[in-house]
């Protein structure tokens, strides 16, 4: 039996946009979903305790990260990593593979794995399909990513090719070494680039092997936003539609919107906690950056339309000095803003596919934003 279960709720009538929930070991959360990064056990500057309070239904940690620090024996014999970061919900690892072909800058694929070099001290490492399952069988999160090569954009049409046939084997290696099935989901990654045969391709495959999940990788990586969705409209439909689809490394708020119209469940992305770090908000009304001189002696939130914590308490004057004087506490109350502006979009959006609105709820929202400006400033 598997440790994941996706429940379909309803659909939306004006987009075809999906309301579901998926069950897990560690409880249950609602989709389309937002997953805040926790890439070393923690979302930067925030608590478990406020992840819970701003509504983070699941998180999501980094396997290479951690294998590094603290390393799988702290995390084992902590009891696994829910414990070890008192975080009692569900939690997402994915497989490593993006940060060795994003972070070192040495590597060797072959067909046994990668060899790369530790981004902290320059050490000799190897990261194979069985080596991620076993570091995620360790970390006990409730859903674990296949191993998958993560290729550059862009990438030729014969490249591409053989780095999709590759990532299907590493698949199939990734199922025989999974060693607890019953209590951790793993899910499949679809590459393929913007090929839509060699997408259909690694859909195709993947979905012969029955994952209890897929994800759709190889997106946000510098391709136009027209090109994610095409590959979005493209590769969607070719997942089950009874098993939940998962959106790797997008964090925008018009991507988490179009992304939810082509069927996608869950997301995750550093974004929002890290350009929380250089003082920008996302705001109902748009980007904002409060580190600006302009908000010197404003004294209104910085979301006028928001009611998280640092909208009720705190103005842009207050967080921009904070910021200004590299003040840890300006740092949590962006980063606290910009994280449950996206938990509240998602919630927005479950309630527009609820009420066959999610159309009408894009064209209000993009136009607030700023999006359907042809010179509107994104992240």
């Not at 995620?136 to 490249?159: K, R, T, V, W």
């Not at 607890?180 to 590459?191: A, H, M, T």
């Not at 590959?231 to 018009?254: C, F, H, I, Q, W």
């Not at 919630?347 to 999610?358: G, S, Y």
Request: charged share 25%; hydrophobic share 35%.
């Amino acid at each position: 039996m598997s440790a994941i279960r996706y429940e379909h709720i309803k659909t939306c009538a004006q987009t075809g946009a999906r309301l579901g929930r998926v069950h897990t070991p560690h409880g249950s959360f609602d989709t389309p979903a937002f997953m805040p990064v926790g890439t070393l056990a923690t979302v930067k500057t925030m608590s478990p305790e406020e992840l819970e309070q701003m509504g983070a239904g699941i998180i999501l940690s980094n396997t290479y990260h951690l294998w590094l620090r603290p390393g799988t024996d702290i995390i084992r014999e902590a009891g696994g990593l829910h414990r070890f970061m008192n975080w009692s919900h569900p939690i997402l690892t994915d497989s490593g593979g993006f940060q060795v072909f994003s972070l070192s800058d040495f590597r060797e694929i072959l067909e046994e794995g990668v060899h790369f070099r530790n981004h902290l001290n320059g050490e000799k490492l190897f990261l194979s399909p069985e080596k991620a399952m076993e570091i995620q069988n360790i970390l006990g999160a409730d859903i674990m990513m296949a191993f998958d090569e993560c290729p550059p954009y862009p990438a030729s049409h014969e490249y591409m090719k053989a780095s999709v046939e590759r990532t299907s084997r590493w698949a199939e290696r990734c199922l025989e070494a999974h060693q607890r099935p019953n209590d951790q989901g793993l899910f499949g990654i679809v590459q393929g680039g913007e090929y839509e045969d060699l997408r259909a391709l690694s859909a195709r495959h993947l979905t012969s092997l029955d994952f209890p999940g897929y994800a759709i990788g190889g997106l946000s990586v510098g391709e136009p936003k027209d090109m994610m969705n095409r590959v979005l409209e493209e590769t969607t439909p070719l997942l089950p539609a009874n098993k939940p689809r998962y959106l790797m490394g997008v964090g925008s708020p018009d991507s988490l919107v179009d992304g939810a119209i082509r069927g996608i469940d869950m997301f995750d992305c550093v974004l929002p906690t890290r350009i929380a770090r250089n003082g920008t908000c996302m705001t109902s009304q748009g980007r904002l950056v409060v580190r600006n001189a302009k908000f010197k002696a404003d004294f209104r939130p910085i979301d006028e339309a928001c009611d998280c914590h640092t909208c009720r308490n705190y103005s842009r004057a207050y967080i921009r000095h904070l910021i200004k004087c590299d003040e840890t506490f300006g740092f949590r109350l962006t980063t606290y803003h910009n994280l449950y502006f996206l938990l509240k979009l998602m919630h927005q959006v479950r309630e527009a596919i609820k009420e066959d609105r999610l159309l009408d709820f894009k064209e209000s929202f993009f136009e607030a934003y700023g999006f359907n400006q042809p010179d509107a400033k994104n992240f």
